[in-house]
């Protein structure tokens, strides 16, 4: 996992090939102005959303995790807080979807942090991760789906 602000993304763009294609989004877009729904890149392993959704307690939050993806999570309304959890502890498995490479997990994720509008966390696949907690009723976020296999 990392976590730091938009204006410092490139300092990770050497760790995957496609990490300079999506900060150079992350850096330029203005998602406050994009509609809600996936927004086009040229980039064929960078997906990119753009959504509302409702927040929930820490209680509520389940971690999940993705097979074939690193998540760059950013906040555009809002804080938001994670769970997380490395990716070998996690237990109770609720059943891996393949069509959407996401499976949850009925367990407590180990820490918590708070991202920022103006910042960013990215997940990889051993991050177990439990987004959307907060005490806001909604919040209007970006999420990068990059490509790993």
Not at 79 to 101: F, H, P
Not at 103 to 131: M, Q, S, Y
Request: glycine fraction near 8%; charged fraction near 25%; include cysteine.
């Amino acid at each position: 996992m990392i976590t730091d602000t938009i204006a410092n993304a490139q300092r990770y763009a050497a760790l995957h090939p496609d990490f300079a294609d999506a900060f150079r989004l992350l850096q330029t877009l203005d998602f406050a102005q994009l509609p809600d729904g996936q927004v086009a890149c040229d980039n064929p392993n960078i997906r990119l959303f753009i959504g509302s959704e409702p927040m929930r307690s820490r209680e509520e939050a389940k971690p999940e995790a993705h097979l074939y993806h690193i998540d760059i999570q950013v906040p555009i309304s809002g804080t938001e807080g994670y769970g997380w959890i490395d990716r070998a502890c996690l237990k109770n498995g609720l059943g891996y979807n393949e069509q959407k490479n996401i499976e949850f997990f009925d367990c407590e994720p180990t820490t918590w942090l708070d991202i920022h509008v103006g910042e960013f966390a990215l997940f990889f696949p051993n991050d177990g991760h439990a987004p959307l907690v907060g005490n806001d009723k909604l919040i209007r976020k970006a999420v990068f789906k990059i490509r790993i296999g």
